[in-house]
């Protein structure tokens, strides 16, 4: 298995592979025509049986079809945030995928009404600001979550907040996945629904939205409180060196 590709392994592989039927031509083409995007895909359980997980594995298979670079953290043994565990080799690989990343993928469980503390913590070990770096400032981004039960726009939202304030540019379609026990089968892999569909959806638009805003992405996130940072002393500060 190829580094940060799970979703390429799957449990039954003498089954129809849904994501190799759908009709992609046209942004297959398009996506030839362009340099390959760099996804980072974020999931938020450490359950054995993920649903955010799988549902993530079903995203990247179709963005790692339409030619993109999908790369799936796993944050098993991602340390709690603190102040101390910065050089954790977790909290490094993170950092590092987040800043070759063009586009992230978001996927959460719903758990009392919001997002899991596993996903949170992830973000939370992505800083606004690394230096002169922007880890996650001008990003492409797309979100979803899965319900154990009714559906709930919940988690998505509080995701799209998080987008707003790590400065990414996020997809107007999300995925919600009421019932999400009910939506996989014994192979792991989602049945046909019109929850299924607008999987697809989010994924096309992710690819699209990305495509088209990385050529502009450095006249789109030029500011001029950060031209005036550099100005005045000659690099962008950290969060550290701000609060000094």
Not at 44 to 72: H, K, P, T
């Amino acid at each position: 298995m190829q580094p940060y590709k799970p979703f390429r392994v799957v449990k039954n592989d003498s089954i129809d592979d849904w994501v190799a039927n759908l009709d992609l031509d046209a942004l297959q083409e398009y996506g030839r025509g362009h340099t390959p995007i760099n996804v980072l895909v974020l999931y938020g359980s450490l359950r054995e049986r993920s649903f955010s997980r799988l549902l993530a594995f079903e995203l990247a298979r179709i963005l790692d079809r339409l030619g993109a670079d999908v790369r799936v953290y796993d944050p098993t043994g991602l340390p709690v945030k603190d102040g101390v565990s910065e050089n954790h080799p977790k909290v490094q690989e993170l950092r590092e995928l987040s800043q070759w990343s063009h586009a992230h993928l978001w996927v959460s469980p719903e758990q009392h009404g919001n997002i899991t503390a596993v996903f949170k913590n992830q973000i939370d070990w992505i800083p606004l600001a690394l230096g002169s770096i922007r880890p996650t400032q001008g990003r492409t981004l797309a979100i979803a979550q899965v319900c154990g039960g009714s559906q709930s726009f919940n988690a998505v939202n509080t995701l799209r907040i998080l987008g707003r304030w790590m400065r990414m540019f996020t997809v107007q379609n999300q995925s919600s996945v009421p019932k999400a026990w009910m939506e996989f089968d014994s192979d792991d892999r989602m049945k046909p629904s019109d929850y299924r569909q607008r999987v697809v959806d989010v994924a096309e638009e992710l690819f699209k939205f990305t495509n088209i805003l990385r050529p502009q992405m450095e006249f789109l996130t030029d500011r001029h409180s950060e031209r005036e940072e550099k100005l005045k002393n000659g690099r962008l500060l950290s969060q550290a060196e701000k609060l000094q």
